[in-house]
C-alpha cells in the first residue's frame, strides 16, 4: 500500500484547511480510513476515522466537531476538512487504512506510512 497526503499548510487560527489522500496498491474501498496527527515532541495521535461504509466516523475527541471526514472509493481518496483551526491543531498529518475493531491503524500500514502534510496554524 501507497499513501500520500496533501492539502497541508500554513493559516491563521480560524482559517480552515482540506486535506486530501490518495491511496494505492490496496482494495481501498474494503478499509476503513482515518487520519492521524503527530504534534512536535508528542506520539501520533488519532483524529478522524471513517468506516468504509462512508458514513460511520469515529473521533476520540467528540468535541472537536470543526472536524470531518468523507472518502471517496472511485478515486482511492479520503479528505480531512478543517474548520475553525487552532494552533493545538498543529502537527504533521497522516492518512491511514484502520482496524475497526481497534481504531488503531491497520497491520497493513506498518511499513507504509505516507510522508504526510504539515499542518501549522498560526495564533
Known amino acids: 500500500v501507497q499513501v500520500v497526503e496533501s492539502g497541508g499548510g500554513l493559516v491563521q487560527a480560524g482559517g480552515s484547511l482540506r486535506l486530501s489522500c490518495r491511496a494505492s496498491?490496496?482494495?481501498?474501498?474494503?478499509?476503513?480510513w482515518g487520519w492521524f496527527r503527530q504534534a512536535p515532541g508528542k506520539e501520533r495521535e488519532r483524529v478522524l476515522l471513517?468506516?468504509?461504509?462512508?458514513?460511520?466516523?469515529y473521533s476520540p475527541h467528540p468535541e472537536k466537531g470543526r472536524f470531518t471526514i468523507s472518502r471517496d472509493n472511485a478515486k482511492n481518496t479520503v479528505v480531512l476538512q478543517m474548520n475553525s483551526l487552532k494552533p493545538d491543531d498543529t502537527g504533521m498529518y497522516y492518512c491511514?487504512?484502520?482496524?475497526?475493531?481497534?481504531?488503531?491503524?491497520?497491520?497493513?500500514?506498518?511499513?507504509?506510512w505516507g510522508p504526510g502534510t504539515q499542518v501549522t496554524v498560526s495564533s
Open positions: 496498491g490496496v482494495q481501498f474501498k474494503e478499509y476503513a
Open positions: 471513517i468506516h468504509w461504509n462512508g458514513v460511520t466516523t
Open positions: 491511514a487504512a484502520v482496524s475497526w475493531e481497534t481504531y488503531q491503524p491497520h497491520r497493513l500500514m506498518r511499513n507504509a
